[in-house]
């Protein structure tokens, strides 16, 4: 009640005192709650990892799946008097799962996939994202519709990349939002190719200010599709976005546009600001294009 300030005006130092009592007792909720008030700081609660892991232990111990996890994530990460122990992450994240605890079953899942503490198992890997997907883990239902998409772990198979990549999108997942739009943007074995989806899904991640999103947002763009019109205006604010943030391809495309005078107004100045950007930047695919621009053009003149 103190915590959440149901009920009263809320006091973090009160729910402090009275977690505490109910942790004491052995009450394997306050001891987790307690853990989490020293493990964030909260409020007027000195942040105390030795304390977080204190009392996620006590809480843990007795199989709580929910400290178990708040535990292996202190010792996957490691804090202030507290030694980051992967051994003992694994141990508690594996506990945690085997009860049914979405949040550890998609890290254990990720650990699989990525040779995180054991060997790459891409089979083990995809098991611990479909538990942790049907329970509704949007990012395990992303990675699951990964799994398919590629071919690992599971037969290839778009339909079921689809099925698990919309699941995710629509609960707002931005790299699901992106991988969606990019299989209707190129089509596949039984999804077939729809622009207006595409464009949809692109939208929604870019919004959200999802770099990658923001890129093919304005590739559409700038290139048109079938029921999608081509709206140069638009490319450019994307581009824009996207080069602003460092990315060599956006920062070419768009010297492109003030070069060509497509979307704005035609402006030398701009086009070599940006594709000298492009030029100078670490990609060295997009590098040699922009070089061949810049000398052909002679764009240091402007």
């Known amino acids: 009640m103190y915590d959440n300030g149901v009920g009263v005006v809320e006091d973090d130092k009160e729910a402090l ?4 009592k109910a942790a ?37 111990d007795q199989g709580y799946a929910h400290a178990q996890n708040n535990l292996a994530v202190m010792y996957d990460r490691g804090g202030k008097g507290v030694a980051k122990d992967d051994k003992e992450a694994l141990k508690w994240y594996r506990k945690a799962a085997e009860q049914g605890y979405a949040d550890a ?29 049907e329970q509704g883990n949007i990012y395990a239902q992303n990675n699951l519709a990964v799994m398919y998409d590629n071919g690992e772990g599971v037969l290839e198979d778009d339909k079921e990349a689809l099925k698990w990549y919309r699941k995710s999108a629509e609960q707002g997942n ?3 939002q992106n991988n969606l739009a990019t299989m209707y943007d190129n089509g596949g074995k039984g ?25 093919n947002l304005a590739l559409m763009y700038d290139n048109g599709g079938k029921g999608v ?15 602003e943030q460092g990315y060599a391809n956006a920062q070419y495309n768009l010297g492109l546009m003030y070069q060509y005078g497509e ?40």
Do not use: C, H, P
């Open 229 to 243: 019109l081509e709206n140069n205006k638009e490319a450019v604010i994307w581009y824009q976005k996207v080069a």
């Open 174 to 176: 931005v790299y699901a």
């Open 24 to 60: 004491e007792q052995g009450n394997v909720y306050a001891q987790n709650n307690l853990g989490v008030m020293y493990d964030k700081g909260i409020e007027d609660v000195l942040e105390d990892d030795k304390e977080a892991l204190k009392w996620y232990r006590k809480a843990a």
């Open 105 to 133: 079953q998609y890290t254990l899942g990720w650990r699989y996939a990525n040779g995180k503490g054991f060997l790459e198992d891409d089979k083990e890997a995809t098991k611990w994202f479909r538990k942790a997907a």
């Open 263 to 302: 979307g704005v107004v035609k402006d030398m100045t701009k086009a070599k600001y940006w594709i000298k950007k492009a030029y100078e930047g670490g990609d060295a695919e997009v590098s040699k294009i922009a070089e061949e621009n810049w000398k052909r053009f002679e764009l240091w003149k402007y």
């Open 17 to 20: 005192k009275w977690y505490r």
């Open 191 to 215: 999804v077939l190719e729809n622009d207006k989806e595409a464009l949809k899904w692109y939208q929604k991640a870019a919004e959200q200010g999802y770099v990658n999103a923001q890129y």
